[in-house]
């Protein structure tokens, strides 16, 4: 039987809280031969608690990374409950890696806009990771951020140490900021008007509520990014993750076969609105 449809038993190596209800969990496969699928960026994971169910979640971390794989977890459902129960060393089951991914050799040689909002940023995380563990091969790195409030940041360490690199360029901002908020306050797309970019050499990475992935691509439109050099991430409805069930048909496309990485122009040939 295909591996796609068979869960692989891996176990919990580190849990770490993000935000009140966000955690990021480090896994390694149990197989005895490797301690992580081979993916790429952009990929996502099948994850099953036993007894409870199955979820996709997308991997966030680097395939240049030795051992193991994260996934970033919201609790908003059953799995993600159950998931959120978790501790070092308990076990879980994992189909995968599904799905297309991030056209990381595609663009190298380029310069790259990353452009993240809230829980959205995990996938795009393993994509800067990749990037970092791969520098010399692309030219300028920007980052956005923008999160609801300081809190609801993930990655907030991480997010300090991009902040600190002298090769790539991090702006973050929060829609409400605290008393000890120092930073910039507004949305996410409150930050193109701080940049320079030439469109003519650089591909736009975005991902985040589709609320925010309409008004980035509205703004990178308006900047003179073309369809093609947008990519984002699709996440509808995807459950099987194999094509099977339907729940994440858009026409004759599947999310989470021909997916979930598309370019703007490639949504724009979709057979109904997304």
Known sequence: MDKLYIPQKARIAG??????????????LEDGKKRRPDFLPGQFLEVSFFGV??????????????????ITVRSVGSVTRALHTLEVDDAVGVRG???NHFPVEEVKGQDLLIIGGGIGLPPLRSLIRYVLDNRKDYEEVTILYGARTPADRVYKHELSD???????????????????????VGVVTT????????????????????????????????MGFSPQQIVTTLERAMKCGVGK???????????CVHGPVFTFAQIGRLAERV
């Open 245 to 255: 069930c339907g729940h994440c048909a858009v026409g004759h496309q599947y999310i």
């Open 162 to 184: 991009w902040e600190a690199r002298g090769d790539i360029h991090l702006l973050n901002t929060v829609d409400a900021a605290d008393s000890a908020w120092k930073g910039r």
């Open 53 to 70: 169910g199955e979820a996709p979640f997308c991997i966030s971390s680097s395939p240049t990374e030795q051992e193991g794989f994260d």
């Open 97 to 99: 890696p599904l799905g």
């Open 15 to 28: 849990v770490k809280d993000e935000t009140a209800d966000v955690k990021t969990f480090e896994l390694r």
């Open 191 to 222: 930050l193109l008007k701080e940049i320079t970019v030439d469109t003519n050499r650089t591909t736009a990475f975005t991902c985040g509520p589709p609320i925010m992935i309409r008004f980035v691509i509205q703004e990178l439109l308006g």
